[in-house]
C-alpha cells in the first residue's frame, strides 16, 4: 500500500505562483509515472503534467510554459510548480503514482485526496 499526501495548495491572486508537492509513502515500492490532475467544478479530472521514471515530462497544452513539473526520487517527491496562474486554474489537484508490481506490465495507480487552489482575478 502508497500513501500520496498532497501540499502547497492555497489562494493566489491572478498572476501569481504556488508549489505543489506531494510524497509518496509505504513500504518497499518502486515508482513509474507520477503526475498532477485537476478537476474544477462540474467538470471531469484532467492531465494537467506527469514526470517519468527517468523525468521525461509531459504537460497539458493549457498549462504549457506555465508549470513545471519535478521529481525527488530518492524523496519519492513530485513537485508542481505553477506560474502565471489565471482564474481557470482554480480547481483541486490530485497527486498520481503508477506503482510497480511485479508481473503487472500496467503496474498500480495510486491517488492523493488532493488540494485546492483558487485563483483570484
Known amino acids: 500500500q502508497v500513501q500520496l499526501v498532497e501540499s502547497g495548495g492555497g489562494l493566489v491572486q491572478a498572476g501569481g505562483s504556488l508549489r505543489l508537492s506531494c510524497a509518496a509513502s509505504g513500504r518497499r515500492f518502486s515508482i513509474n509515472d507520477m503526475g498532477w490532475y485537476r478537476q474544477a467544478p462540474g467538470k471531469q479530472r484532467e492531465l494537467v503534467a506527469v514526470?517519468?521514471?527517468?523525468?521525461?515530462?509531459n504537460y497539458a497544452d493549457s498549462v504549457k510554459g506555465r508549470f513545471t513539473i519535478s521529481r525527488d526520487n530518492a524523496k519519492n517527491t513530485v513537485y508542481l510548480q505553477m506560474n502565471s496562474l489565471k482564474p481557470e486554474d482554480t480547481a483541486a489537484y490530485y497527486c498520481n503514482a503508477n506503482v510497480v508490481v511485479p508481473g503487472n506490465p500496467y503496474g498500480m495507480d495510486y491517488w492523493g485526496k488532493g488540494t485546492l487552489v483558487t485563483v483570484s482575478s
Open positions: 514526470i517519468t521514471s527517468g523525468s521525461s515530462t
